[in-house]
């Protein structure tokens, strides 16, 4: 089976610009979490989606949004960008949702914001 | 609020020797745990999990991890690490009830040759 994708691998964005991250689950997987890594704060969570439906949300501002397509594919989207939106997103699917779910994660997509 | 510490940022061993990387977490009722690797620019990988049953659990890559309630420990061990092991170790649990699934701030493995 493949791995989680997501896309695109490396972005590079200014201040004040939006951006679209991508993620395709493992095949049959019908959750999908995003997480956000940084050096100075570790991985942290921002939301959770399962059919569709946003199950769990961090302590993130309402900047960050997801959504979720009837194939299980993803997207967050940050709008207005800030240079503390630099990070690694991470993105994480399993076949049920809730706290027992094992997760399995993507790449990543690094996202530089200058 | 539930919460996962581990102690040690950096660990460094000599190729050969063993590992133990700690991890401890607050939460009152049994947590789900998790413990995975990060290579440098990676995603994580999953090593091994505990949800319930024997206390002992095996993972991929020759690693262990013990749940011990009693010290709401849930450490990762391996025998002999290979330089190959040099990344970033994070333990992870799941509380019971939420959706939420917390990680730990990360151990570094540093392996000399």
């Known amino acids: 089976k493949a791995g989680v994708t997501q896309t695109p691998r490396y972005l590079i964005k200014t201040r004040g610009q939006q951006v679209t991250l991508s993620c395709s689950p493992i095949?049959?997987?019908?959750?999908v979490s995003w997480y956000q890594q940084t050096p100075g704060q570790g991985l942290q969570f921002l939301f959770e989606?399962?059919?569709?439906?946003?199950?769990n949300k961090g302590n993130f501002p309402g900047r960050f949004s997801g959504r979720q397509f009837s194939n299980s594919r993803s997207e967050m989207n940050v709008s207005t960008l800030e240079l503390g939106d630099s990070a690694l997103y991470l993105c994480?699917?399993?076949?049920?949702?809730?706290?027992?779910?094992?997760?399995?994660f993507g790449p990543g997509t690094r996202l530089t914001v200058l | 609020a539930q919460s996962v510490t581990q102690p040690d940022i950096h660990i460094t061993v000599s190729e050969g020797a063993s590992l133990e990387l700690r991890c401890n977490y607050s939460?009152?009722?049994?947590?789900?745990l998790f413990w995975y690797v990060q290579s440098p620019g990676q995603g994580l990988q999953l090593l091994l999990k505990?949800?319930?049953?024997?206390?002992l659990v095996q993972g991929i890559k020759g690693f262990e991890a013990e749940f011990k309630r009693s010290q709401s420990s849930f450490n990762l061990r391996k025998p002999s690490v290979h330089w190959s092991d040099a990344a970033e170790y994070f333990c992870?649990?799941?509380?019971?009830?939420?959706?939420?699934?917390?990680f730990g701030t990360g151990t570094r493995l540093k392996v000399l040759a």
């Open positions: 994480a699917s399993s076949s049920t949702s809730g706290a027992s779910r094992t997760q399995y």
């Open positions: 095949s049959g997987h019908r959750s």
């Open positions: 989606y399962f059919s569709e439906t946003q199950r």
């Open positions: 939460y009152g009722a049994t947590p789900y």
């Open positions: 505990y949800f319930s049953g024997d206390t």
């Open positions: 992870a649990v799941g509380a019971t009830g939420t959706y939420k699934y917390i």
